[in-house]
């Protein structure tokens, strides 16, 4: 069905002899919380590191965060209670490992931003003088946070001034990775580094280890809290070169978007049902106590779907979230970025409901990786949203993906700089690679961008049944047959075909998502499936791992008990 998009393993025609050429250590893609991590780790291990990003390095997902980080900092917490709500929201998917990892090492990770100049607000008395915060799912307040609701922003802010003062560091950005480079020269393929567009210039960056930090997946979707950026190049880069892909249909929605027609959907952080806020129906009746008995701090895919619900039987566009009971000015105070986004749409909290829709928010599945991030293709690192760790199972706990951008950003960042100072890499300076010129007619970019996205919002969202996903297959397939046999050149198009790669990745990954979507008859954490409404442990219990030139993600049981 995905003919096409099997057969292409790089977007563009190359000739490396004729291309300028780079040479570095460690090359990171991505300059989010985890590639930041990652690339302070390996220049601190001693090895040159290049980072790309492509926009500038404040446009990541990272930037936009709100809630906070989860961290057992506190002595009534505990590993094993975080252990615990992680594995809960996480629906018989989790990893063991790499939950002990991120919940063990995470702490530190946390603490060390302080002493890298990171303000995270404060209560005097409390451990270390931080003020800790609730989160859906979560048993414990132990969610860190910067400026009320600007965590992400003083997160990355914090990293980019430290890598900043690390000399081994290049950064490069407006620098778009179209591909990996991989070749195994006869023996086993291994990556190599990336081609990549500098500066307005094709360029070969040949890396002895690479490490794909390319955030998420939410612009797939019509309805989406993430940047413009997170349009998922990363999870199709790595597919066209050979890495092993994992749990490709675990997308999560956020239950919570200020829902204005004509506007973007702003996230409204889950911090404030943290701080008391209800979700009520345009009848003003508080429904989550019927869905769950922990109400509005239910696991998220459980309030995302018991929005939709009410929205439908309630036979309105949207819900609301009610903070009209908050002790006068708390709102404005504790989420200060929040109260200014109402401000420009005249609504005001302590007299007005604030009308909420969920959208597509955090991909689950991405590069299988081991516990120090490796990825199936030798050389290949993946961390943060472009990876599957296995820490988020079948479903994300609210600010875990932060402290799991540290925590493994850390540790691949350290290992590829290991092996990139121990083992002697040999670069084919002469590959080439050529792409027949397509036959077929072309379509209009724009308007498949966008249908595609909508497309995803109803068939591959928050509710699944098998004949849409079917269709939704049938419908990519026919894009791709024109869309993927194409070549966007630089040289001809500028800056346009970035716009092309993206198109491509998105139906890349589109293709993944729903036919794992499809492939997964039962319902479980993000994924439900109202043809199959029950989680089934005793068929399902299983990852789906997909690698090209597969036509379908092969299921793999999990061997660890319940
Ligand atoms: P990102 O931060 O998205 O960074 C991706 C980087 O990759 C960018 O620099 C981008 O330029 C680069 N890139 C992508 N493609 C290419 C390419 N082709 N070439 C070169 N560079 C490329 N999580 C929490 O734990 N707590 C929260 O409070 C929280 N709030 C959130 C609020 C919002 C609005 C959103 C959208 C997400 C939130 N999340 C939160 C999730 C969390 O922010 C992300 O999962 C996390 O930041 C991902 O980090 P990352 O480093 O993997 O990717
Ligand atoms: C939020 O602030 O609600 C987002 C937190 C997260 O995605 O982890």
Known sequence: MFETLHQRRYLIPFNAARLPQQFTDVLVIGGGVAGLRSAIAAADAGVDVLLLTKDTIGESNTWYAQGGIAAVLQPLDSYQSHVDDTEKAGAGLCDDEAVNIVIKEGPERVLELLTWGAKFDKKEGNPHDLAFTMEGGHSFARIVHAFGDATGKELAQTLINTVRGRERIRISEKSFAIDLISDGGGERDRCLGAIAVIDGQTQIIW???????????????????????????????????????????????????????????????????????????????????????????????????????????????????????????????????????????????????????????????????????????????????????????????????????????????????????????HFPLKLEHKIPASTKTELDITDVKSSLRSLMWRNVGIERAGAHLEETREIIAFWTRYVMDKTFLPATLGEAATAGWEIQNMLTVCALISTAAHARTESRGVHFRTDYPRRDDAHWRMHLLWQRPLETPIPQPIAAPL
Not at 278 to 289: E, K, Q, S, T, Y
Not at 311 to 338: A, M, N, S, W
Not at 371 to 396: D, F, I, Q, T
């Open 207 to 425: 890396a002895k280890r690479t490490i794909l930090a390319s955030g998420g997946a939410g612009q797939l979707y019509r309805e989406s809290t993430n940047p413009k950026i997170a349009t998922a190049d990363g999870h199709a880069m790595a597919f066209r070169a050979g890495a092993t892909l994992r749990d490709m249909e675990m997308v999560q929605f956020h239950p919570t978007t200020l829902y204005v027609a004509g506007a973007s959907r702003a996230l409204i952080t889950e911090a404030v049902r943290g701080e008391g806020a209800l979700l009520v129906d345009r009848h003003g009746h508080r429904f989550m106590p019927a869905y769950h008995e922990s109400a509005e701090l239910a696991p998220r895919d459980v309030v995302s779907r018991a929005i939709i619900e009410q929205i439908r039987k309630t036979h309105f566009t949207h819900v609301y979230l009610d903070v009209r009971h908050l002790p006068g000015g708390q709102f404005r105070e504790r989420f200060p970025q929040l109260a200014k986004l109402l401000d420009e749409f005249d609504i005001d909290s302590s007299k007005d409901l604030i009308p909420i829709h969920p959208a597509a928010h955090y991909m689950i599945g991405g590069v299988d990786v081991d516990p120090m991030g490796r990825s199936s293709l030798a050389g290949l690192y993946a961390v943060g949203e472009a990876s599957c760790s296995g820490l988020h199972g079948a479903n994300r706990l609210g600010s875990n993906s932060l402290l799991e951008g540290l925590a493994f950003g850390a540790r691949a960042g350290l290992d590829a700089a290991q092996a990139a100072q121990s083992e002697a890499v």
